[in-house]
């Protein structure tokens, strides 16, 4: 079931996005602010992530070539979900604006539901491949690095260089992906305010 999950785990957000996007009722200042939530720091974190992690993180099997506790990865296990988080957090303030209470907790709700059982599967699988593949360096990263709450004080034993010559191969279908969705609430917009 987790192979599965991690295998599809871009396409299982769909159900949240369409319940988002037919819910939406975009403003002007919650478009403005949600997407400078989900491109700022959503995209930003993951950009600087995959800087480090490389295009392995796109593959729909679980390989790593080596183990990376460098940049983001010295404060948090799992910066790319943390930006896929922020991203969608910033989508949801979005598409809320001008919506009554129970159509914004629907929309929040849908994507934290998703959240956590997309991610909730994910990293328990990923960490097991990680744990088996990298031994006691993985086990000591793991006691001293949280999972989803940033530490403070980076992790001492780092490894890993960011490398930007990654990110366009590596980040191209986020960011298709990020702009779709923008453009798709910004229409929303457009039709509600002119009909």
Not at 66 to 88: C, D, E, F, Q, V
Not at 134 to 156: G, Q, S, T, W
Not at 182 to 187: D, E, G, Q, T
Request: aromatic letters at 12%; charged letters at 15%; glycine letters at 8%.
């Amino acid at each position: 079931m987790r192979d599965f999950i991690f295998r599809y785990r871009g396409w299982l957000f769909i159900p949240a996005a369409i319940i988002m996007l037919i819910l939406a009722r975009p403003t002007v200042s919650s478009l403005i602010v949600g997407l400078i939530v989900s491109f700022v720091i959503g995209e930003g974190i993951r950009i600087w992530a995959v800087g480090y992690s490389g295009v392995t993180t796109r593959g729909s099997e679980l390989e790593a070539p080596k183990l990376i506790t460098a940049g983001p990865y010295a404060l948090i296990r799992n910066p790319l979900y943390m930006g896929n988080l922020m991203s969608w957090l910033g989508f949801c303030i979005a598409a809320s604006g001008a919506a009554p209470i129970w159509v914004k907790a629907v929309i929040f709700l849908s994507m934290l539901v998703s959240y956590i059982i997309i991610y909730g599967n994910i990293i328990p699988h990923e960490e097991a491949f990680l744990e088996k593949e990298f031994k006691e360096p993985f086990i000591e990263y793991k006691k001293h690095v949280p999972a989803m709450l940033p530490r403070l004080k980076p992790y001492e034993k780092q490894n890993g260089k960011w490398d930007p010559g990654v990110i366009i191969s590596a980040e191209s279908h986020t960011i298709i992906m990020l702009i779709v969705v923008s453009i798709v609430l910004v229409v929303k917009y457009m039709y509600l305010i002119n009909r």
